[in-house]
């Protein structure tokens, strides 16, 4: 009995570990607009924001996994004011077809859920360089795994 106290006792408590950009990476409900915020062109889909192989917080994956462009770009990341921006190949068409986002934001507890449940919220702006001069707006919240909030 002394022996298993005393295995037990040295264990070290596991210290989970956090990459650069975690505060911006996850999985999302967002909705998008045309133009400005008052014109809703899709309602909620899921979509994904991650760190690249790099894991460094200065670059970030933005992926809309094929359901509103489609499109997934690499962009430039600041992990210290949670902001993403940047212009980049769509790795989804791999041709030259690019995305510009700007203004990407993520504001922690930031937002409600559908449900009511306070969550991260996301926002970024987009163009693309196949509709030149149109923006498009992605706004929404990070997936709470409530039965409720899922669409």
Known sequence: LALITGLVACQKEYEAETLPAHQLSGEWYVQTYYQDVQTKVLGYTKFL??????????????????DIWPFKVKVNANDDANAFSGTGTNA??????????????????????????????????????????????????YRTGFLEDEH
């Open 49 to 66: 924001t991650y760190n690249t192989a790099a894991a460094n917080g200065r670059e970030l994956w933005v992926d809309d996994m094929g």
């Open 92 to 141: 989804y068409l791999g041709d030259t077809t690019t995305v510009t986002i700007t203004g990407g934001k993520v504001w922690e507890d930031g937002t409600k859920s559908t449900s009511g449940v306070t969550t991260d919220s996301i926002y970024m702006e987009l163009e693309f360089s196949d509709d030149p001069g149109e923006k498009y707006i992605i706004a929404g919240y």
